[in-house]
């Protein structure tokens, strides 16, 4: 049977990993280049990392992922990668023709100690790279954190590599979104855009993975921010970055670089969240009102909340995913009324536990709280004592099936379903669309399991 090899006996572990709640660094670095327009995300190391993380993407967005990889042989892993990017860089060019190349590494390339922005340099002397053509990368050890790792370090790389600063301020703000679904980039920059703030996204994934058919296949769609924006965020106003983990890193590397102040906000999930996104947009914004679709949209969520707060109370929940993604929903989760018992991620990073223990302490005191967790972890404390209800992606959905939980899917990877790429579950809107889910997911097991006397028709 199914996960019959977890035990509710726990022995502490140190070095067995089991179902692990995160990936490697470079395909969160694939994700972020993907968000640029005209980007050819390359794999520098063996080609078995790049199919993997194409592939991920692909289940995960069910569109084509395109990148290239470097393709080490054993050769290449003892004498190095020089002759592999160059080559490379001269296929890609001619064959693809991007605007631009971002290179990321794997664990190969980093171990053996390749020197990419040398190589990228003696490739240029070559002539691999042509007049008016990018190259940019970053490193992504994937033995170092995780896949947020990776996407925050190839947003830095990009602002290092590319933003400038001319000395005429624009009357723009940069948003960066986090390692989230092009819906959730769509929802932030609809909202902006209401609030009348004129702005540039990076990386911006809507347009290039949640595109449509329409007969002709684009290898480089429409979407993703554009070479000259991302140059132009070295003189914008400000920067919002949405997630400690995700985009800090980046808004960090812009304030250094171009003296671009930044703010840190927690992704805009629930009431709370989307309130501190719409309060700071309101500092840019020309008369600093709140549009009125915004308001109504808030009330809409209120009164859904009122409506189905009794179904929520209490209810013991556990939360598990990217540490960004679980500190917004944790605070979501309270806002209804959940009790958030279990809270991982598989990412490293203390600020996970810090802000966890900020939320939970004062009324969830018991709660599990832990970052480089895995999932035979959470599903032994399952064993020990149940929950109501999973949030989770889909590698919780064996934890779901066997112990009977209802499971609602959430974040990064989504392999079973399908409405997330189009359907946001940031602002107001995002939340009233997940109050619906959580509130199916329990009221199908309701219906499902209840004796025949509690099976209401009205709910
Ligand atoms: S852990 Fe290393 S070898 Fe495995 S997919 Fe990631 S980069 Fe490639």
């Known amino acids: 049977m199914m996960l019959n090899g977890t035990t509710a006996e726990i022995v502490e572990r140190k070095a067995l990993r089991i179902n692990a709640a995160k990936t490697c660094q470079p395909i969160g670095a694939m994700y972020a280049s993907l968000g640029i327009h005209g980007c050819m995300p390359h794999s520098h190391g063996s ?35 020089l002759a592999n990017l160059t080559q490379a860089l001269k296929n890609i060019f001619s064959i693809y023709n991007p605007d631009i190349v971002a290179v990321h590494t794997t664990c190969l390339s980093e171990v053996i100690g390749d020197d990419v922005p040398t190589i990228v340099k003696r490739a240029k002397e070559e002539g691999a790279v042509p007049e008016g053509k990018l190259v940019i990368h970053t490193n992504t050890p994937s033995f170092v954190g995780s896949h947020i790792t990776g996407f925050a370090n190839m947003v830095s790389s990009i602002i290092k590599y590319l933003a400038e600063r001319t000395g005429e301020t624009k009357n723009q703000i ?6 989230v679904e092009p819906a959730d980039m769509r929802e932030l920059k609809r909202l902006t855009r209401l609030m009348g703030v004129p702005f540039v996204m990076l990386p911006d994934t809507s347009g290039v993975l949640d595109g449509g058919l329409d007969g002709e296949y684009q290898m480089f769609p429409k979407g993703g921010t554009t070479i000259p924006e991302i140059k132009s965020m070295g003189d914008s106003i400000a920067t919002l970055a949405f997630g400690h983990f995700t985009s800090n890193p980046g808004a960090v590397t812009l304030e250094n670089k171009h003296n671009v102040p930044s703010q840190l906000l927690e992704l805009p999930v629930g009431v709370g969240g989307t309130d501190a996104f719409i309060q700071a947009l309101r500092a840019f914004s020309p008369d600093g009102a709140v549009h009125e679709d915004i308001a109504a949209e808030r009330g809409r969520l209120i009164d859904m909340i009122s409506d189905m707060q009794q179904y929520f109370h209490q209810k013991r929940v556990a939360i598990a995913g990217d540490p960004d993604h679980v500190i917004a929903m944790t605070k979501f989760a309270l806002e209804l009324g959940l009790r958030p018992v279990y809270v991982i991620t598989g990412s490293q990073g ?5 802000r966890l223990h900020e939320l939970l302490d004062p009324v969830v005191p018991d709660a599990k709280i832990k ?52 359907f946001t579950t940031m602002g ?18 309701k219906d499902r399991t209840c004796p025949e006397e509690w099976f209401e028709l009205v709910m």
């Not at 203390?350 to 810090?354: G, I, P, Q, S, V």
């Not at 480089?372 to 999973?390: G, M, R, S, T, Y």
């Open 174 to 179: 940069n948003l960066i979104p986090g390692f």
């Open 371 to 422: 970052q480089q967790a895995d999932f035979f972890e959470l599903h032994q404390w399952i064993k020990n004592a149940p929950v109501d209800l999973i949030l989770a992606n889909t590698y919780g959905k064996y934890i779901a099936r066997v112990e009977d939980i209802p499971l609602v899917r959430f974040g990064f990877p989504i392999l079973d379903r399908v409405g997330h790429r189009f």
């Open 428 to 445: 107001y809107a995002g939340a009233i669309r997940l109050i619906d889910q959580i509130t199916g997911a329990l009221f199908d097991k």
């Open 47 to 81: 080609q078995g990392c790049c199919s993997y993380h194409r592939s991920h993407l692909t289940r995960h967005f069910k569109e084509p992922v395109v990148a290239t990889t470097s393709s080490f042989t054993e050769g290449a892993s003892v004498f190095g990668g």
């Open 350 to 354: 203390n600020h996970f536990e810090k």
